[in-house]
């Protein structure tokens, strides 16, 4: 599964991506980004990040979504999985250390993929490219 979603997903939101280049959801994003994803920023007080526009909910975010990245801390997780699932999304993807296995159940149960624990980049290297 995860080397399907890397490897034929087109769109990921990730959910907490800021204009702080140091952090980890910033990394990711970029890194899909050069890998020829597109990168939605869901943040709720950025305006513009990698170049792309920032939505403020998920909710608001146009078009077909393939992957929710859920950069926000675990405590958080399952508010945004709910809205991945109302918004009809293929997967959801919580990044090493956002652990919600209640969340993981509810994804599974309405039919999306779920990754849990686990980083794109890291993968995208074990799996030599995808």
């Known amino acids: 599964m995860i080397k399907r979603l ?11 991506l800021g204009e702080d280049p140091e ?3 910033y990394q990711q994003a970029r890194l ?9 920023p869901v943040h709720p007080s950025a305006t513009s990040v990698l170049g792309e526009r920032v939505y403020a ?5 146009p078009g077909k979504v393939d992957v929710v990245g859920v950069y926000r801390r675990a405590e958080f997780a399952g508010q945004v999985v709910d809205e991945a699932i109302a918004a009809g999304v ?29 980083c794109p980049g890291v993968e995208w290297a074990l799996r030599r490219g995808v």
Request: charged share 25%.
């Open 6 to 16: 890397l490897g034929e997903s087109e769109t990921w939101a990730f959910v907490g």
């Open 23 to 25: 952090r980890t959801a």
């Open 32 to 40: 899909l980004q050069m890998r020829g994803k597109k990168i939605v």
């Open 57 to 61: 909910s998920l909710g608001e975010v």
């Open 90 to 118: 293929g997967a959801v993807w919580l990044p090493l250390g956002v652990i919600d296995e209640a969340a993981a159940r509810r994804a599974l149960d309405a039919g999306l993929d779920v990754v849990m624990d686990r």
